[in-house]
Nanobody
Framework: HVQLVESGGASVQAGGSLRLTCITSGSSVSRKALAWIRQSPGKERDVIASVDTGGVRTLYADSVEDRFTISKDNVKNTLYLQMNSLKPEDSAMYFC????????????????WGQGTQVTVS
């Protein structure tokens, strides 16, 4: 079983930065690809960043590439999302998610989700 707990969401001004954290646990989590997914009211869920099991290979949505960085600390079992140059359109609930090792290669569905953390940019 995989457990994911996000934190770090806040209200910030446009142009600011935030770092989201996801603490992962469970016997199989080290063998899972991880991702950050966001959803805002009236919009579909969007996989904005994903990383492979080793924390080396990443994939980003065009909307966040060059502004956001996903990283994984396998010692601390923690996933991060560094968000810079935030825009109002980045406002959303951000979820940490996990799935099979190959899931990072495409922005598809994920099986395991955290409870989410809210980011508001004004």
């Amino acid at each position: 079983h995989v457990q994911l707990v996000e934190s770090g969401g806040a209200s910030v001004q446009a142009g600011g930065s935030l770092r989201l954290t996801c603490i992962t646990s469970g016997s199989s989590v080290s063998r899972k690809a991880l991702a950050w997914i966001r959803q805002s009211p009236g919009k579909e869920r969007d996989v904005i960043a994903s990383v492979d099991t080793g924390g080396v290979r990443t994939l980003y949505a065009d909307s966040v590439e060059d502004r956001f960085t996903i990283s994984k600390d396998n010692v601390k079992n923690t996933l991060y999302l560094q968000m810079n140059s935030l825009k109002p359109e980045d406002s959303a609930m951000y979820f940490c998610a996990a799935d099979t090792p190959v899931a990072w290669r495409c922005r598809g569905t994920y099986t395991y989700w955290g409870q989410g953390t809210q980011v508001t940019v004004s």
